[in-house]
């Protein structure tokens, strides 16, 4: 958690517009902590999972190529207790980054926008557009990963100022209606397109936030920080005593 308070603050640096990310709230229990008999529950294989540092619960989210528009808006608001806001919001760490196929079975090496080093609001801009500039026209591709051990995948891409650049299809669900079943195969293929004449509906809830944050860095990285203070205390509570210049320990709700 600390290192992606520190990533987002360091490339944030780097853009037009630049906020603090304070590491305040600290306090959080280990799987160790949390789980005396060592058992962290059932593992991704199906096994008891061992409780250290490398290991623990098995968790069961949404998978970035199979989950549509709904279940993406379902998972957020039952887990974290977020609306269409903050996980508009939250879905822009996506701006910093790329995606390596050997290791997670999507291929980005240049990232989800231009500036993948810098952390802006480039991620919305790719979606939507801004003014006198529009959206990226995102066609998608098929991944078959035969040299590397994960399975096959299927992802978007599209081309800006001649750089290749990637999104999933958890991306496109911002801002297409994507309905596992509907348009959305079992496979992660999807049957209807970005653009043109068989374009998906753009009717998500998730949409009118994707333009505010294109048009308006300073409201997307406000907004940004308070999502991600939201998403790592998940599960405590914060004392609302504490000073902005203060380090303050967390109250687990369990």
């Known amino acids: 958690m600390l290192a992606s308070f520190v990533a987002v603050e360091v490339t944030n640096?780097?853009?037009a517009v630049s906020i603090p990310f304070p590491f305040q709230w600290v306090g959080r229990k280990t799987c160790e902590e949390m789980h005396s008999n060592n058992n962290c529950g059932i593992g991704l294989n199906?096994?008891?999972a061992p409780c250290n540092q490398f290991r623990g619960p098995n968790r069961v989210i949404c998978h970035a190529e199979h989950a549509g528009t709904a279940t993406i808006q379902e998972f957020f608001s039952s887990v974290y207790g977020f609306d269409a806001q903050q996980t508009a919001a939250i879905m822009g760490a996506h701006t910093i980054g790329t995606m390596n196929a050997k290791y997670v079975g999507f291929s980005g090496p240049n990232g989800w926008d231009l500036t993948n080093t810098v952390f802006d609001q480039g991620y919305f801009v790719e979606l939507v557009g801004m003014p006198n500039i529009p959206a990226a026209d995102w066609t998608q591709e098929h991944l078959s990963n035969?040299?590397?051990s994960t399975p096959p995948r299927w992802q978007f891409t599209a081309?800006?100022?001649?750089?290749?650049?990637n999104m999933l299809n958890a991306d496109l669900a911002l801002v297409r209606n994507?309905?596992?079943g509907v348009n959305l195969m079992s496979s992660g293929r999807?049957?209807?397109d970005f653009s043109g004449s068989n374009a998906c509906s753009s009717n998500t809830p998730f949409i009118p936030f994707v333009k505010r944050y294109a048009n308006d860095?300073?409201?997307?990285l406000s907004d940004f920080r308070d999502a991600?203070?939201?998403?790592?205390?998940n599960g405590y509570a914060m004392d609302t005593t504490c000073s902005p210049n203060e380090v303050c320990v967390l109250r687990s709700l369990n």
């Open 13 to 15: 640096a780097k853009a």
């Open 46 to 48: 199906g096994q008891q």
């Open 146 to 148: 035969s040299q590397f």
């Open 159 to 165: 081309t800006r100022n001649n750089i290749n650049l």
């Open 178 to 180: 994507f309905t596992e």
């Open 190 to 192: 999807i049957t209807c």
């Open 217 to 220: 860095l300073s409201t997307f």
């Open 228 to 233: 991600l203070l939201l998403l790592t205390s």
